[in-house]
């Protein structure tokens, strides 16, 4: 019923750049808190970034202004830009909503940061 589904994953060099998406499904999408997360092998899933429904932004310190998080309701799709990449970065980034503490995920996008 509620799918999101994560794109614009992929290998990008150390420095680089790629925004990521997450469109959403099966939810009022303009009601939900959304967030990206991201997990790499072997490690805990760690926020990386969220936008409130009002548009309220947070960032995990480790950002330190290198990412940032935009939502487009009238496309129910919420995005990453991540810029200047470290390889630490590699992880799989994952889409989150949530409202009135239920949240959803999805599937994941993996992004290589490597030379």
């Known amino acids: 019923q509620v799918q999101l589904v994560e794109s614009g994953g992929g290998l990008v060099q150390p420095g680089g750049s790629l925004r990521l998406s997450c469109a959403a499904s099966g939810i009022i999408f303009s009601t939900y808190g959304m967030g990206w997360f991201r997990q790499a092998p072997g490690k805990q899933r760690e926020f990386v970034a969220g936008i409130t429904s009002g548009g309220e932004t947070n960032y995990a310190d480790s950002i330190k202004g290198r990412f940032t998080i935009s939502r487009d309701n009238a496309k129910n799709t919420v995005y990453l830009q991540m810029n200047n990449l470290k390889s630490e970065e590699t992880a799989v980034y994952y889409c989150?909503?949530?409202?009135?503490?239920?949240?959803?995920w999805g599937q994941g996008t993996q992004v290589t940061v490597s030379s």
């Open positions: 989150n909503a949530a409202r009135l503490n239920v949240g959803y």
